[in-house]
């Protein structure tokens, strides 16, 4: 597709439910960031794959939380027993080069209310 | 730490006229770079603009321009020209890491453009 594919835009879970998150990055996009964004506030860094690898994961607030990227393209991200305190936007976002200095193409983001 | 403050929550401005939103950071890294994104009511994330700390000279796009004071660690955002189509958060951010591979941002500005 044109831009970053994040789905479901909604997603309304029970406390203590599990849920995933996908995001298809832009084709050929070698690095992808999740970001979880609280009402009002900006994002905060949650994990960074470049291509299948998980280079870094220390914005993952819980071992609750697990991202994924098999296949170097589409990524997952699982929340598992979630809590009040997972609601939030989440987003994804790929960029073309391996570093953090190219410009980051983010998705429309998945809303997480957990009831 | 790397940090990023934003001091301004909301602001408002008519059309046509400039509007400048404040942006301050700490880093000790030397080379880097620096962004603001425009997050409209759809929640994607979009570039509105770069500077690259190594240059001296100011970044601009079109209506867009920013005022990098690398000594001062300021970074501010001048927006001429408004347009109803300028409303939106914006945010302030740059990599956190040597490595750039992830960003940290600020808790952003809410810029209302009005008729």
């Known amino acids: 597709g044109a831009g970053v594919s994040q789905s479901p835009r909604y997603k309304v879970a029970k406390r203590g439910q599990d849920v995933a998150l996908r995001c298809d990055p832009i084709?050929?996009?070698?690095?992808l960031f999740w970001y979880q964004q609280a009402l009002g506030q900006g994002p905060e860094f949650l994990t960074y794959?470049?291509?299948?690898?998980?280079?870094?994961k220390s914005g993952l607030p819980s071992d609750r939380f697990f991202a994924e990227r098999p296949e170097g393209s589409v990524s997952t991200l699982k929340i598992q027993r979630t809590q009040q305190e997972d609601s939030a936007v989440y987003l994804c976002?790929?960029?073309?080069?391996?570093?953090?200095?190219?410009?980051?193409?983010f998705g429309q983001g998945t809303r997480l209310t957990v009831v | 730490a790397q940090t990023v403050t934003q001091s301004q929550p909301e602001m408002s401005v008519q059309e046509a006229e400039t509007v400048t939103l404040s942006c301050t950071y700490d880093?000790?890294?030397?080379?880097?770079?620096l962004f603001w994104y425009k997050q409209p009511p759809s929640r994607q994330m979009i570039l509105v603009i770069r500077?690259?700390?190594?240059?001296?000279q100011n970044a601009t796009e079109n209506r867009f321009s920013v005022n990098f004071q690398k000594a001062a660690k300021s970074f501010s955002l001048k927006i001429s020209d408004s347009q109803l189509g300028d409303t939106a958060m914006y945010f302030c951010?740059?990599?956190?890491?040597?490595?750039?591979?992830?960003?940290?941002f600020g808790k952003g500005t809410t810029l209302s453009v009005s008729s």
């Open positions: 976002a790929s960029s073309l080069r391996r570093t953090g200095n190219a410009e980051a193409f």
């Open positions: 084709s050929g996009h070698v690095s």
């Open positions: 794959f470049q291509n299948e690898a998980q280079l870094d």
């Open positions: 880093t000790s890294e030397n080379n880097y770079y």
């Open positions: 500077q690259e700390a190594y240059k001296q």
């Open positions: 951010a740059f990599p956190f890491n040597q490595a750039g591979t992830a960003l940290i």
